[in-house]
């Protein structure tokens, strides 16, 4: 017989899902549903079509409709899926017409994703709080702009609130930032890699207030200002960038189980509590790698990964994800900012006794041309010596730095192999001293 | 009694272990010596003043005389050593005004580099064939360019060879590469990914002629032209790249013992066969982290680490050298390309059974301005699945993820776990699915 597979969402873990379930099974009849008018495109690259670097939100869409014609999927989207029956195996969806259908699966893989999370601030069912989440939603703030919009309010000092603040800078308007913590991206960096992201954010002309609440929406039907810390700020657009949360209404009406995260509670094959029904991406809980307990990252390059093993799993075959570090890595005017693994304040938390180190050094060859400035923590869990974080202010080649700490923290490096490590140079591309040795080092005198 | 430490040779290697000694040891009488004008300059830099990017050869001066004197260095430039005597645990020097003079040592440090080799070939007695080693070397080359040389031979494509060769071209020779082996970078990349790189360098009008030996210098006194592959090839300007050889005489002489790759024997502190001798940088051999054989690695790298550990242990203290893998990089125009640990060519010369996997991608998320090619070759031991080496050629963020696989085989990371690797991406800096990870997913449809 042929095995019916149902993937609610079609973006970054559902389209990959789907395509490894086809890959695998070549008869399955596959099924993807998404609410959203356009399926298979990247959310990641909305704050640059804001930002002008990409000149339309069309070009994000990474999966055409060719492809999903190619492997053969059959794509339902503006579709939305009202209630999962898992004794049934049934989803009940409800097409834009009004029309309502009742699906049966075999296997069913939930990629619901997540939204943009709004505290209940008084004032906070006002008309124009935007988020950005879909195209739709980058659509929104994008007629904004072009109607004028002079200045915007961004509540919330993460990923996805300085990328879309920056991008409004970039389209000229005055941009305010306000975060509750008293430093910006708290998720991603400790306080003193941060405060060198806020400097250059200063720098290129956007106001950042931190330790500051947002306590009210004010305005008529629509909000004009927000009070902040006692203080008014008036703006002609405001992002809620509070936060995401994970979708599980549907999981969660279904009875399939949560876990201490709020994510769906899923196994390494990506499998929930619940038989043939699968979690992946921003909805799905999995293990951190260093603390191993369960996460929400929220993260693309995990929701490809968990993506394609639900989908290689729900196609027969057998596949397992391994769990996370949060490596995560953003461009912000000229300077980029990486973590991986556990910041000092998280590792601090989670009750792992650690050491740093931190060097300033340069991109390059300090007599090469446009050699640019670079920082790199370490975060070395004190009794075994280990490398369990990592964080990278600097003007270029972040990522791979990440990427290669990464990789030291999944094979269990201590900071005493890292101060020896092989590395590769040229005066154009790197220091002769790697920076990431310098910090080992650093690490080193404290532990002499 | 205060220790008397002298090193032999005051560039990258030479000059970290004297500041390493310094640093372990606040009162020995520490004597650095050179034979050239210059101290503590960058060799690796030499191509990028002659290419222009560097505006004189004096900003590669790493190490300032203020930095000598500071660390009390007493740096005799000008010098040559004449012969080293162990048992009485003297060396012989001859000042630049013919003074010869005795220096007692308690450790010695011999850091005295390579040489660029030209094979004894019909004529290769006559003048004008450069070679680009030291100051001086570049010098020579950059007044020939001056007085109008219009165009250039490179005998030998190796990085040396070719880093020259992109700088004269830059300064608008017409330059052509003589290689006597099928491919360039020989030693560096595998035939498949140097291809790229020599379309590259064609692409920006250089002349690249592989399997043709030079057979002949052409011309009086002087060099005129070369025979070559049985042509004759006339140019302004030739430069020796056929490879460089660890300057061993002076040791030889002395008594101290070479290894299998002709550098000086040395142990995992750096010392050689004699007591309180020690070898480091491009005259020393050291082992390869995965054939577990001696090699010469040559690296700018390679020789400050190998620098600070004889210093700490000719200071008295405890270091140790763990062993290198060979990790190297460099830009040619636009393109950059590295190696870490074996080529494909290497692992089969060393009797290792591999495997590979190679992947086309890009620098960027595909909709992203300016996205860049990129392309990955692991290698892989087929036993253990282990990465044994890695090649990158690419337009952008080549280092680092060399770098990345560097640390992933210095921890014996399995293209398995490579291809279930963490890794970072955002729209500007990477593609979701990291290239790295698609080649280790290419390697393992291979062994499925």
Redo the contacts between chains.
């Keep these: 017989m042929v095995k019916r597979i149902i993937v609610i969402g079609a973006n ?1 873990a559902g389209v990959e899902a789907a395509s490894a379930a086809r890959k695998k099974d070549h008869t399955a009849e596959i099924t993807l549903i998404t609410d959203e008018k356009t399926a298979g495109y ?1 959310r ?2 909305l704050p ?1 079509v804001i930002g002008g ?2 000149p339309s939100f069309k ?2 869409i ?1 999966f055409s409709q060719a492809y999903f014609k190619m492997m053969k999927l059959n794509l339902k989207t503006e579709t939305r899926v009202t209630a999962i029956n898992t004794k049934d195996k049934t989803v009940t969806v409800v097409a834009k017409t009004g029309v309502t259908e009742t699906l049966q699966y075999d296997s069913l893989v939930i990629a619901t994703g997540a939204y943009a999370f709004t505290p209940p601030i008084k004032g906070s069912d006002k008309q124009g709080i935007h988020s950005l989440r879909t195209i739709e939603d980058g659509e929104h703030i994008l007629q904004a702009v072009n109607k004028g919009a002079k200045s915007a309010v961004i509540m919330g000092a993460g990923l996805i609130g300085l990328e879309t603040g920056v991008a409004l800078r970039e389209r000229g308007l005055k941009v305010t930032v306000v975060e509750m913590l008293p430093q910006i991206l708290p998720q991603m960096l400790d306080a003193d890699m941060a405060q060198i992201v806020k400097e250059h954010l200063e720098a290129h002309g956007m106001c950042i207030f931190t330790e500051k609440a947002v306590e009210e929406f004010l305005g008529e039907d629509k909000v004009l200002a927000i009070m902040a810390g006692g203080e008014k700020i008036a703006a002609d657009l405001f992002l809620s960038a509070f936060g995401v949360r994970a979708n599980t209404k549907l999981a969660v009406e279904a009875g399939i189980p949560l876990g201490e995260s709020k994510g769906i509670k899923t196994n390494a094959r990506m499998e929930t509590e619940v038989k043939d029904v699968y979690a992946i991406g921003d909805c799905a809980e999995t293990p951190h ?1 260093i603390t191993h307990k369960p996460v929400c990252p929220q ?4 929701a ?2 968990q993506g394609r093993v639900a989908g290689i799993n729900a196609g027969g075959g057998y596949a ?12 912000l005017f000229d300077i ?1 900012a ?3 693994g556990l910041t000092e304040a998280a590792a601090k938390r989670a009750g792992i006794e650690v050491i740093t180190g931190v060097i300033s050094s340069k991109t390059r ?5 446009n050699a640019l400035p670079i920082k790199v923590k370490l975060v070395i869990e004190r009794e075994s010596q280990r490398i369990v974080g990592a964080q990278i202010v600097g003007g270029e ?12 923290i ?4 201590t900071v005493r ?2 101060a ?11 220091e ?3 920076p ?1 040795i310098l910090a080992a080092e650093m690490v080193l005198m404290k532990l002499r």
Tied chains: 1, 2.
């Design positions: 970054a990247s990641c690259g640059f670097q990409i070009d994000l990474v790698l993260l693309g390059t995990v490809v990964k397992i994800f391994p769990g996370v570090l949060g490596s995560a890595v953003t461009r980029e990486g973590v991986t060859a300090a007599y090469y041309p080649e972040v990522t791979q730095r990440i990427n290669a700490l990464s990789l030291a999944q094979k269990g490096m192999e890292l020896k490590a092989d590395t590769a140079y040229a005066p154009p591309l790197n002769t001293w790697e990431m």
